[in-house]
Every structure is written in structure tokens, then in C-alpha cells.
């Protein structure tokens, strides 16, 4: 975790209004609790954007879990037994600064202000800085005492640490192994902004990956590079993607090295993701408050001690930032201007539309509907649409970001023999569209 960039009020970003509006419009993301007013930090993902989530997630999870060999997936709960946190150093030090204007009450981070005197709202008297804990306190059980307190985990890695001596004991895994979760987390951001950026309910895809402890550069750069890896596979043009190497004081408590993959956002250069080497801080951490031995025994060299961790660390929301913003593109097709979502195939909510020319006639719907139901069956996310003229559907599809539109017209049924069962397949980004066989689009799709 790096400090964010000196920065006291965002200007409003054509850009990101055009993309929050976008996901609002076509079910990607809403508000939180919005027919309430809202829920500052909170954003609810809608039916586009719930795929769009879980596509990424999969496609995560498919690289670094189910394609490899040394990697354990676990699903630990969010409560956790408090001693945990004491230990891994959040109750302790899990905090940013704060500061209160005196006049306004408005509270921001000591650290986002370039004048720590003056508030920027209303230019009213900032107060002396302190240190505010941003982990979410709740109480377990019936009381509500010093006793039954415990917090919604901050990061997903503590179900990790605490599951690491289960895996061990269970599957005996070889070092180097890596333990991987994607899971929800909480902090009570101070100042949350930027739409699905910086959020007080976040999703994170973690991995501790426990190696030697004389191993760890090697290790630090394998991850470095399949963080890359993972980039390129979302489709996020690398160019728009930079890593800083966190200075000594700006990292966090348990890393010794960090490197931070900072994104071209259209607010400025952010965090997208961390790579940390956190030694056996919390290995070590967790045998001190548990009182459990967490030490591996390597059975080649005899050898006990604790491994070593690096952990790469993903947000699953700043992800999907990204994405959108790389993906999101404005242009002119048949005259008129056009937003489009140049989204890869891989993660896009759909993959394939499928439309009768007419929906007035029945021979055109039926014929359209087997190819749907036998797309559907091959490919999954494939939807069908017979509203409006096929220039309207188009343009749905294109703004939510499907490859692929199908077409079923007179000629599919055989008004042209030689065209019987062929359909038009439109191109998303070229708008260009060619006769294909409906034996062959499950290929041509894939
Ligand atoms: N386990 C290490 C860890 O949690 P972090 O840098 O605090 O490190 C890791 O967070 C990632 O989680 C970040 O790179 C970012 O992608 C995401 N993240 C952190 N805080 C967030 C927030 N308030 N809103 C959205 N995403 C956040």
C-alpha cells in the first residue's frame, strides 16, 4: 500500500462522467442503496456489471489457480477471531491520518492535502493531525462490550495466514505454494472517491505465495512478471500501465519491497495493484499470537522455518475501472456517433447477440431462437434481442461491449439457395459484416 499522490479535489472527467453514466444506463454499476440516497463508499454492481466481475475474477482464478499446480484456493470467512488483527499489526497501526476542519467538519486525509492549515472546502482551520484506524468495528454475539469486538477483515490475506498451517497440514505442499482468495474486505476510508476507485466495501483477488526465504527475488520477479501476464490477458493496453517502486517509508508495515502498478486513470495516475515481499512478518506474527508452531518442515534438507511470503495483490474494482476505461470509445459509424466498449472477448459480459432480422415473422424468430439456444448451449453468454430496428440493436450491443452480433435473415431460411443456413456476423469495433455458416460461428466466435 503506497500513499496516493498529493491531490485535494478531483475536477470533474468528462471521461469518467461518460463511464459512471454508461454503467448506470446499461445495469453495470449503481449506486449504493440509492432510492435511500446513497451509501457514501458503496457501489452495487448490476446485471452487466456482475458478469463483467465475475469474468475477471474467473479469468484470474483460472490462471493462477486451476492452470497451475502449487496454488490452493480458499474461501475464509470475513469475520475473523480479533487476535488475528492484533497480530498481523491492524489494530495497532492499520490507519491513515486525519484531520477535521474546524469550521465545516468535514474530515480528509492528511496526507491527499497540499496545504495541511487550510481546509479546502470552505478555507476554515484544519485541526492537529491524528491517527484514525480505518478497520470497520462490529460486536459478536448478544453484547456489545470491550469483549465481543471484533472487525471486518481490511484485506483478504488474514483468511489466508490463518489457513496457511490447514493447507500445510492437509495437502503437504512442496515450497514453493501459494494460497489464493478472492473475497471481500472493508475500510472506513476517510475520503472515498472516484466512483468504484477507492470504495469503503472492496473486493480483493490475494495471493501468498510461501517460498525460501533465500528465494524471494527470484520469486518477487516471477510474480512481477505474471502481474504483467494478467494485464495483458484483461486486454488493458500496457503502455497505460507503470510500476513504482514504493519508497522505504511509504510502504506498509509487514513489506520490505513493494512495487505498485500504477494505472492511467482518467483522474490521474493511481494504484491499481500491489506486489509485496512481506517476509515471514506474518507468519511469525501469527505463531506469537496463536501460539501455534506455523514453521515448515522441509523433508529433502531436514530443514525447519518460516517461508518467506510474496503476495500479489489485486483489486477486483480498480480492475474493472480499468477495463472500462480502456475499453470505453467514442467514434462515428454510418454517420452518426457512436459509444462503444472495445471490451476482450474473454471478459465481455456477452459474447454474442443473436437477432431475427423481423420480429413479426414467425419463420425468422424460430430459426433465430435455435441458433441462440444452440449458441447459448456452446458459448453460455449469448443473449438474444428482437426490439427495435437492427441499427438500434447494434448500437446496444456495441455500448455494452458484445464482440459479435448474429443476424438471421430471409436469406438464412433459403430465399437465396446458395446462402441457406448462413447468417450475417457483425463486427463490434469495424462495424464490417460477413456471411458466415451457422456450423461454423461457434469457431469463429471462440
Ligand atoms: N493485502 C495487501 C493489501 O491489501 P493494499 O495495497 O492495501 O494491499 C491491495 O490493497 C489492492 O486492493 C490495491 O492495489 C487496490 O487494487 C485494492 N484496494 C485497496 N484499497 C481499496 C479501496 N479502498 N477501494 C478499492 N480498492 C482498493
Known amino acids: 500500500m503506497s500513499q496516493e499522490k498529493k491531490q485535494e479535489k478531483n ?5 469518467m462522467e ?6 448506470k444506463r446499461r445495469g453495470f454499476v449503481y449506486q449504493g442503496s440509492e432510492i435511500y440516497g446513497g451509501l457514501a463508499g458503496t457501489w452495487d454492481y448490476g446485471p452487466l456489471g456482475v458478469t463483467l466481475k465475475r469474468n475477471i475474477e474467473g ?9 497451475r499446480e502449487d496454488m490452493y484456493g ?4 470475513i469475520l475473523m477471531n480479533p487476535n488475528a488483527w492484533v497480530a498481523s499489526g491492524h489494530v495497532g497501526g492499520f490507519s491513515d491520518p486525519l484531520v477535521e476542519c474546524a469550521k465545516c467538519k468535514k474530515r480528509f486525509r492528511a496526507d491527499h492535502l497540499s496545504d495541511k492549515a487550510k481546509c479546502p472546502e470552505c478555507g476554515g482551520l484544519l485541526g492537529e493531525e491524528r491517527q484514525f484506524n480505518m478497520m470497520f468495528k462490529t460486536n459478536i454475539g448478544a453484547t456489545e462490550d470491550a469483549g465481543s469486538v471484533t472487525y471486518l477483515r481490511p484485506e483478504t490475506a488474514g483468511g489466508m495466514f490463518v489457513n496457511y498451517k490447514n493447507v500445510v ?9 501459494g494460497l489464493a482468495q478472492i ?3 472493508f475500510r472506513n476510508e476517510i475520503a472515498p472517491r472516484d466512483f468504484i476507485f477507492r470504495v469503503r466495501e472492496l473486493e480483493q483477488m490475494e495471493i501468498e505465495y510461501f517460498v525460501r526465504p533465500d528465494t524471494w527475488e527470484v520469486h518477487f520477479e516471477l510474480w512481477r512478471k505474471s502481474m504483467w501476464d494478467f494485464i495483458e490477458a484483461l486486454g488493458i493496453d500496457k503502455d497505460h500501465v507503470h510500476e513504482l517502486e514504493v519508497a522505504d517509508g511509504d510502504r506498509a508495515h509487514y513489506s520490505k519491497r513493494t512495487i505498485d502498478f500504477e494505472y492511467d486513470y482518467p483522474f490521474g495516475r493511481k494504484e491499481l495493484y500491489g506486489l509485496a515481499y512481506r517476509t515471514d512478518f506474518d507468519l511469525k506474527s501469527h505463531q506469537g499470537g496463536s501460539k501455534q508452531n506455523l514453521e515448515y518442515f522441509d523433508e529433502e534438507t531436514k530443514e525447519k522455518f518460516l517461508p518467506h511470503v510474496i503476495e500479489p ?8 475501472l480499468a477495463v472500462l476505461n480502456d475499453a470505453y470509445t467514442e467514434d462515428e459509424m454510418g454517420g452518426e456517433k457512436r459509444v462503444y466498449l472495445k471490451l476482450n472477448h474473454r471478459i465481455a459480459p456477452v459474447q454474442a447477440a443473436v437477432f431475427p432480422l423481423l420480429k413479426n415473422k414467425p419463420e425468422l424468430v424460430a430459426k433465430a431462437r435455435e441458433v441462440y439456444a444452440s449458441l447459448k448451449e456452446e458459448i453460455g453468454r449469448v443473449s438474444f434481442d428482437d426490439n427495435g430496428n437492427i441499427g438500434k440493436r447494434y448500437r446496444r450491443q456495441d455500448e455494452i461491449g458484445t464482440p459479435w452480433c448474429i443476424t438471421i435473415d430471409f436469406d438464412t431460411l433459403g430465399e437465396k439457395p446458395e446462402l441457406l443456413d448462413t447468417v450475417t456476423l457483425r463486427n463490434r469495433d469495424t462495424g464490417a459484416q460477413e456471411r458466415v455458416a451457422v456450423r461454423e460461428l461457434v469457431a469463429r466466435i471462440r
Request: overall charge neutral.
Open 18 to 23: 461518460s463511464i459512471i453514466a454508461l454503467c
Open 11 to 15: 475536477p470533474p472527467n468528462e471521461k
Open 169 to 177: 497440514d492437509s495437502f503437504h505442499p512442496k515450497l514453493p505454494f
Open 74 to 77: 480458499v474461501d475464509a470467512a
Open 183 to 185: 473475497g471481500k474486505a
Open 59 to 67: 479469468l484470474w482464478w483460472k490462471m493462477f489457480v486451476d492452470d
Open 313 to 320: 495483490s489485486l483489486g477486483v474494482g480498480r480492475t474493472m
